[in-house]
């Protein structure tokens, strides 16, 4: 099956600067890798995702690259703001499966 | 977007009790849904895959006569956590697939298991 690694597991930025998680995947098989964000006591809420047909997607101050020869992906976040603060957890699936495996989790927190 | 709705968002009960979640897809059908626990600063948990009409699915280790999944629509889910007891204290998360969208995985709110 597949195996999602995640790293940091902690990372700490002042506010204005960029933030950076990576993950990497084993499955060749896999095609979406979305980016989820959890807030304390809430459920994880999609903040970006990108299928494997694509090596990068942006949206305002959050990017999602994409390497499938490496198979590995990252989060980047730029001008990091205090309510960016969260654990931001990577995914990865099959568009054809109903199964998706997710890394243990970055814990960021951006300091004001 | 799609949404996601659990209920209740927290619950205290005594041990012995049981306590039922409920997991409804609100604007789309939900043939699949997943049952999460997620303890303190860890990440989620898949406890069993709820498959509508036929029985769920549970992973190596989680004890399906303890919490019993029923999916008995297509856009509701229930986990009911039977004779609970403090070890089941946890944080429970439902999600679904979201086929209408172009294929999303959207999470519930979370709810926050007390057993006392």
């Known amino acids: 099956g597949e195996n999602v690694e995640q790293h940091p597991s902690t990372l700490s930025v002042q506010e204005g600067d960029s933030a950076v998680i990576k993950c990497t995947y084993s499955?060749?098989?896999?095609?979406?890798f979305p980016w989820y964000k959890q807030e304390l006591g809430k459920g994880p809420q999609l903040i970006i995702d990108?299928?494997?047909?694509?090596g990068e997607k942006k949206d305002q101050r959050i990017a999602v690259t994409l390497n499938k020869t490496a198979k590995h992906f990252s989060l980047h976040i730029t001008e990091t703001q205090p309510e960016d603060s969260a654990v931001y957890f990577c995914a990865a699936s099959s568009i054809t499966g109903n199964q998706f495996y997710f890394g243990t989790g970055t814990s960021l927190t951006v300091i004001p | 977007g799609a949404v996601v709705s659990q209920h209740p968002s927290r619950v205290i009960c005594k041990s012995g009790t049981s306590v039922k979640i409920e997991c409804r897809s609100l604007?789309?059908?939900?043939?699949?849904m997943f049952w999460y626990r997620q303890f303190p600063k860890q990440s989620l948990m898949l406890m069993a895959t709820s498959n509508e009409g036929s029985k769920a699915t549970y992973e190596q280790g989680v004890e399906k006569d303890k919490f019993l999944i029923n999916h008995a629509s297509l856009t509701l889910s229930t986990l009911t956590v039977t004779s609970a007891h403090p070890e089941d204290s946890s944080f429970y998360i439902c999600?679904?697939?979201?086929?209408?969208?172009?294929?999303?995985?959207?999470f519930g709110s979370g709810t926050r298991l007390t057993v006392v």
């Open positions: 604007d789309f059908q939900a043939t699949t």
């Open positions: 990108i299928r494997s047909n694509v």
């Open positions: 999600s679904a697939i979201n086929y209408r969208d172009g294929y999303g995985y959207t």
């Open positions: 499955d060749s098989a896999s095609n979406y």
